[in-house]
């Protein structure tokens, strides 16, 4: 098949030259009416002109270069000296791409990946080119259905889909047939281009609305029947009870209190959950971030007469994360000790340094429950960072443990009565160690306190 | 099928792999699409997932074929012929996991007629998405190899248990609670017990990638802490029977 060279869409064509030509000079005539006209305009008219005579001069200095398309090795179009700068271009995109050799119509091992940019190479963690077979990238049945067709059939197609992981992401596979080369090392036959477009940010958005929405209508329901209760109660019989009417006040006080931390929590949670899929770039010291935490803590630990014994390391812990999300992750999870910790109990805080994955997520009581509330995806050689915060309180019986990061989630049996939680502490936990890439784990079992364990990726160590 | 080309031997084996792993991606689909039709009460997409699992039957009987095809021309030995049987295995695992996902994708057709239950669907696609995530890890570790993904995968098959355990105390509590939503409730029982089987099937293939790139079965216990509630029922208080009483 001869290969046609399309006209190229930056070269202007000999008519556009005459057009150009000539509508600059009509610009310049139009311009020295006007600076007869008004002769105090007439400096920058002048400048003017002066800069659309070079504008017509520099667009029609360069003659349209014909590619030679007479030497064609081999099927390759010669670009010249824009070969390499086209190359670099296609390995500089942000997203994905994928040129994809099609091999035999039945032979799903015929679907190679010929050529992978770098940001291809990063999201699927390929070596070299990354070439290699199609299917061992995407799996997706509708993104390799449209695949086939671009390249057999000649149809372009945009699927989305979802993609797995520890953080989903929303993609858009863009699917192009491009013209077929016949030289070997493109596996001598059809040619498609895959480009995947992150549409996470997006979905992300719209379903952050809606579970805001729901949640905040839900849960301000209660407090705010007892606040419109209260002040029912107000205007009618305690109107001249003066005792009566702190009292009632300082219930609304508590119950609005309760909805403000409400809405701020839920909040919190969704600005987490929308960046859940960034992964955050800055090293903090766990170690020293948890001391903070314990400081700050002390004042209503002493008021409960709970005691927190921190062992932290002396080196300290970088790990890879956003500082205030860190200590986020320690505070809630030593709140929630010390709302299960009875007067005079005690709470040990602690820090396991270079710890594999396997071992940090490891059962660490000897006869309780251990679960996993969030994993991190597997990645070879990654050693982590550990903080636990145990508790002696009731403890919670394996059935609570899978649903204990579910939003509102609250274990029966275990009045709430004077704890102050908004039931999302948890939930933003999870949420904050999904987008560090870390993990939690929780052991438990009734009667003997919890032990909670989120760990983070080490910061690799600076060397040199 | 083209009969004319004469492929080397590697290319076969290449090519069952590929198989398996698209007939992998079917199943994933399949198993993610009707979890969604259950959480969206999306009726045309159940239908969708239904009509869809012949091809994966097909595929299975297609791989079976060529797989028989191999051993008989090719007569593959040591890693090739595991490869060769793994690929057969990973596609009988692979047919009954698109089974049960058109079971499920049956199931919410029927609930999507029923009044919605927020909470409990929600409690479903929690747990559909769980498994789904093991299969993806074991389908991952199946193509690249990887024998510590497929190992982590079957270590933790007991993640799935607690949250079966834990979905059929909450379907009990509403069955007691209201005796209208018993229908919906049994359906999202078997529903569970479905994506339980299906996590099951993830922990299978585990078991079959590691024997095909090792040569040794996987024996002895899986290394829990605990017994799992399979093997040890762990009594509820208020519950006579366990969820796992009537499993194997």
């Known amino acids: 098949m001869p290969y046609e060279h399309p006209p190229s869409p930056v070269a202007p064509t000999a008519t556009s030259r005459l057009w150009t030509a000539g509508a600059s000079g009509v610009a310049v005539v139009v311009m020295a009416v006007l600076a007869v006209m008004k002769p105090e305009l007439a400096g920058w008219l002048a400048a003017g002109a002066a800069a659309v005579i070079l504008a017509t001069w520099l667009v029609n200095r360069t003659p349209p270069t014909p590619v030679d398309i007479s030497d064609l090795d081999g099927g390759v179009v010669d670009l010249g000296p824009d070969a390499a700068l086209l190359g670099d271009v296609f390995e500089a995109l942000d997203d994905p791409l994928f040129i994809i050799s099609g091999g035999e119509a039945d032979d799903i091992a015929g679907r190679r990946i010929a050529l992978a940019n770098a940001a291809a190479r990063d999201l699927f963690r390929l070596g070299g080119t990354g070439a290699g077979l199609l299917v061992s990238v995407i799996r997706e049945p509708r993104v390799l259905e449209a695949v086939d067709e671009a390249l057999f059939d000649g149809v372009p197609a945009a699927v989305d889909y979802l993609g797995g992981g520890a953080q989903e992401r929303h993609w858009r596979a863009m699917i192009r047939p491009l013209p077929a080369r016949q030289a070997h090392d493109w596996g001598g036959g059809a040619l498609a281009l895959l480009a995947l477009r992150d549409e996470t940010d997006v979905r992300r958005m719209e379903k952050m609305r809606v579970d805001f929405l729901a949640n905040a209508s839900h849960e301000l329901r209660t407090p705010l029947a007892s606040l419109s209760g209260f002040i029912e109660t107000l205007k009618g019989h305690a109107k001249d009870d003066p005792k009566a009417r702190d009292k009632f006040l300082d219930i609304m006080a508590v119950q609005a209190d309760r909805m403000r931390r409400l809405v701020a929590d839920l909040l919190s949670l969704s600005r987490i959950e929308l960046n859940e899929h960034i992964a955050p770039l800055g090293r903090v010291n766990l170690a020293r971030a948890t001391a903070d935490v314990v400081d700050a803590v002390s004042v209503i630990s002493r008021e409960r007469q709970v005691t927190i014994q921190a062992d932290l390391p002396h080196g300290g812990a970088a790990v890879i994360g956003d500082r205030d999300e860190i200590a986020q992750v320690v505070q809630n999870l030593i709140d929630n000790a010390l709302k299960y910790s009875s007067a005079g109990g005690a709470i040990e805080v602690g820090i396991e340094i270079d710890r594999t994955l396997d071992e940090a997520m490891a059962a660490r009581m000897a006869d309780g429950n251990r679960l996993s509330l969030a994993t991190p995806d597997r990645e070879a050689g990654q050693r982590y960072a550990v903080v636990t915060v145990q508790d002696h309180g009731p403890g919670m019986a394996r059935e609570h443990l899978p649903r204990l990061t579910e939003r509102f989630y609250r274990v029966e049996g275990q009045k709430s009565g004077d704890r102050q939680g908004t039931g999302l502490g948890l939930a933003i936990v999870r949420h904050i160690i999904i987008r560090h890439r870390g993990g939690l784990s929780v052991d438990s079992a009734p009667g003997q306190g919890a032990i909670f364990a989120a760990c983070f990726p080490l910061a690799p160590t600076s060397e040199g | ?248």
């Open chain 2, 1 to 248: 099928m083209n009969q004319h080309t004469v492929k080397a031997y590697g290319d076969e084996l290449n090519q069952l792999t590929a198989e398996v792993v698209r007939m992998g991606g079917l199943a994933e689909a399949q198993v993610a699409d009707a979890i969604e039709s259950v959480a969206r009460r999306d009726v045309a997409l159940a239908k969708a997932v239904v009509e869809r699992d012949s091809r994966l039957d097909a595929l299975h009987r297609d791989i079976e074929k060529k797989a028989i095809r191999l051993i008989a021309l090719r007569q593959p030995v040591a890693s090739d012929l595991r490869r060769t049987l793994g690929a057969m295995k990973l596609a009988s695992d692979l047919e009954r996991t698109g089974d049960l996902a058109k079971n499920i994708a049956k199931r919410a057709l029927i609930l999507a007629e029923a009044e919605p239950m927020q909470p409990l669907t929600r409690s479903i696609e929690r747990m559909g998405r769980l498994v789904s995530n093991r299969l993806r890890d074991v389908l991952d570790a199946y193509t690249a190899s990887e024998i510590e993904r497929a190992l982590s995968v079957w270590q933790t098959d007991d993640e799935v248990d607690e949250h079966y355990n834990a979905l059929f105390r909450e379907l009990l509590t509403y069955m007691m609670g209201d005796a209208r939503t018993i229908t919906a409730c049994t359906h999202l029982l078997f529903m569970a017990k479905n994506l339980e089987r299906i996590g099951d099937h993830a922990t299978n293939i585990a078991e079959t990638v590691h024997y095909e790139i090792t040569g040794e079965e996987m024996l002895g216990e899986r290394p829990k802490a605990v017994p799992g509630p399979g093997e040890e029922p762990t009594p509820t208080p208020h519950l006579s029977a366990s969820p796992n009483a009537a499993e194997d």
